[in-house]
T-cell receptor, first 109, second 114 residues
Framework: DQQVKQNSPSLSVQEGRISILNCDYT??????FLWYKKYPAEGPTFLIS?????DKNEDGRFTVFLNKSAKHLSLHIVPSQPGDSAVYFC????????FGPGTSLSVIP | DTGVSQDPRHKITKRGQNVTFRCDPI?????LYWYRQTLGQGPEFLTY????????KSRLLSDRFSAERPKGSFSTLEIQRTEQGDSAMYLC????????????FGPGTRLTVL
């Protein structure tokens, strides 16, 4: 049973608009959440994280929102750029890191 | 570039053969992780080391899999008697300090078992 779910396998967004990637989790013991980005033929690279004691963390164009009661987090990218096209993995940690299946984002020029 | 490196990048083998992969982490990182990734899935945790000690192994890691980090630096992952179901991307990552700290991933080793 997947503990971290990303129900949208893919997402297309116009350049300059907002990209919203969603993630749901089932384990209430998770206390840290991360987003990774992956380009083809490369390993995932860390993007942004959030502790369970916060509900928002912002870093430049990237903002992660956490709703603990709903066991839901989302990654907002504003404005979206073509270079943001990649697979985005949501991950959660209670000691070890559990990854979701990923969402493939395409930003259309 | 002193990132995480993995060798080889690609490995094709016949069913029943043994294979060994190597991971060189970022030099000051004390934690080293192995993951397996199949098509359409995120990385699945296999095992991790803190320095030379292997602290946790996933139940995905069958008896045919063994990992070592003998001097707390590089690590090897060996798969004995490979099966077609072992075909996947094997990713190594390293981090410093707490388990949820940012993990830096290598490019992976893609294994194909014929």
């Amino acid at each position: 049973d997947q503990q971290v779910k990303q129900n949208s396998p893919s997402l297309s967004v116009q350049e300059g608009r907002i990209s919203i990637l969603n993630c749901d989790y089932t384990n209430s013991m998770f206390d840290y959440f991360l987003w990774y980005k992956k380009y083809p033929a490369e390993g995932p690279t860390f993007l942004i994280s959030i502790s369970s004691i916060k509900d928002k963390n912002e870093d430049g164009r990237f903002t992660v929102f956490l709703n603990k009661s709903a066991k839901h987090l989302s990654l907002h990218i504003v404005p979206s750029q073509p270079g943001d096209s990649a697979v985005y993995f949501c991950a959660a940690s209670d000691g070890k890191v559990i990854f979701g299946p990923g969402t493939s984002l395409s930003v259309i020029p | 570039d002193t990132g995480v490196s993995q060798d080889p990048r690609h490995k094709i083998t016949k069913r029943g053969q043994n294979v060994t992969f190597r991971c060189d982490p970022i030099s000051e990182h004390n934690r080293l992780y192995w993951y397996r990734q199949t098509l359409g899935q995120g990385p699945e945790f296999l095992t991790y080391f803190q320095n030379e000690a292997q602290l946790e192994k996933s139940r995905l890691l069958s008896d045919r899999f063994s990992a070592e980090r003998p001097k707390g630096s590089f690590s090897t992952l060996e798969i004995q008697r490979t099966e077609q179901g072992d075909s996947a991307m094997y990713l190594c990552a390293s981090s410093l300090g707490e388990p949820f700290n940012e993990q830096f991933f290598g490019p992976g080793t893609r294994l194909t078992v014929l």
